[in-house]
């Protein structure tokens, strides 16, 4: 008897501890949450294993030097029993009222929620009165694992043909791309997909969507250049922005002429307001697009003694859609003699690929080791 009214005196007290929730909602999920709050001596406060699971937060628990650890998006937090100070870094916070401790649970004031989002993480959390929204997918860490190799054209659509051996651009990027995959794959720890592995036609919007359905870290669109001047050679790597030169206009041109194989209505989405957005997303890579291009221009003309043409920009559709560091390469010129005779050779073929795995391992070491 003694025990039951024991137990229900005890509910009695959780209850009336019990002063409202936050709700909880998450970017890009469906998932569902929410944070309650308990009030003592007037104060708001919620349970720190509460926070952890909403966070997916870790919490350690030193008895000897009476701390709480609680590590969230890759950072520390210490509380300190019956004290009302947490520190974070090297600097120590005021909370206003002590962590209480009750029947094992870790109650913490309230006042922590704000210090989450004012100060510790800003670009984790958003919270107003009654609910947080955490956004969970920014603390993903940028690892490059996936990687589209985009071969360019294909099927009735030929590229750029040789003025002198009627070579034609679809074939030879694609043995450039096989060859990429076969070095990157075996080499590093990554998964290469293929826009395309034989000669079929795949739209300029189909690869970008290709890139981003299998999640891609990186998009290499590969290409033989041509020119009007038959004099011109040499190599040049794009990223996407806007065309600074009449000559990257060009190019931008040619290459955005793929479209005139599509049919209408997919025509129709490369003048979509969708493709603002898009851009504006693309944007986003911009840093790390440029980056990759440097080094995949001088890796290219180091190990191929083509013509340093210079990283440019333009904008193709197909990196227009690319939510991820996307650059197109022109590897040589099909319109001049000399570059069309290279880009027949096996082993010119094949210093391509070795020099676009090897700047795609270049740029992974940079940002693996950031991270
Ligand atoms: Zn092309």
Redesign the pocket.
């Known amino acids: 008897m003694k025990k039951i009214i024991i137990i229900v005196a005890f509910m009695f007290f959780t209850i009336s501890l019990f002063a409202g929730e936050l709700s909880v909602s998450y970017v890009n999920s469906s998932r569902k949450d929410h944070l309650q709050i308990y009030k003592f001596n007037n104060s708001s406060y919620f349970d720190i294993h509460d926070l952890a699971r909403i966070f997916e937060g870790e919490i350690d628990i030193e008895p000897n030097s009476q701390t709480i650890n609680f590590t969230v998006f890759n950072k520390k937090c210490r509380f300190f029993f019956d004290n009302k100070w947490v520190k974070f870094g090297n600097k120590n916070y005021n909370l206003f009222n002590k962590i209480i401790i009750k029947s094992g649970n870790f109650y913490i004031p309230k006042h922590f929620l704000k210090l989450c989002v004012n100060k510790f993480f800003q670009e984790f959390i958003v919270i107003d009165k009654s609910r947080i929204i955490v956004n969970l997918a920014s603390m993903e860490q940028y690892l490059i694992k996936r990687i589209v190799i985009d071969p360019?054209?294909g099927g009735k659509d030929p590229?750029?043909v040789g003025s002198y051996l009627q070579l034609e651009?679809k074939d030879i990027v694609l043995n450039i791309a096989k060859k990429t995959k076969e070095l990157l794959e075996k080499n590093l720890d990554v998964t290469v997909f293929l826009t395309r592995d034989k000669d079929r036609f795949v739209s300029l919007g189909d690869r970008t969507d290709f890139a981003n359905n299998h999640q891609a870290d990186l998009f290499i669109s590969i290409?033989?250049n041509a020119a009007y001047n038959k004099k011109v050679n040499g190599t040049e790597v794009y990223y996407l922005s806007t065309a600074q030169t009449d000559e990257a206009r060009a190019v931008e041109a040619m290459?955005n002429d793929a479209i005139r194989f599509e049919d209408p209505e997919s025509i129709k989405r490369y003048s979509d307001l969708d493709f603002i957005l898009y851009d504006m997303r693309q944007n986003e890579y911009l840093i790390e697009s440029s980056e990759l291009a440097e080094i995949c221009q001088k890796y290219l003309v180091q190990e191929l003694n083509t013509k340093d043409k210079g990283v440019k920009q333009a904008n193709f559709y197909v990196l227009r859609g690319a939510f991820m560091p996307a650059i197109l390469v022109e590897v040589a010129f099909l319109s001049n003699k000399s570059d069309e005779k290279r880009l027949k050779s096996d082993n010119f073929q094949k210093g391509s690929a070795i020099s676009i795995y090897k700047s795609i391992k270049k740029f992974k070491e940079k940002y693996d080791k950031m991270n």
């Open positions: 360019g054209h590229g750029a651009e290409h033989c290459e």
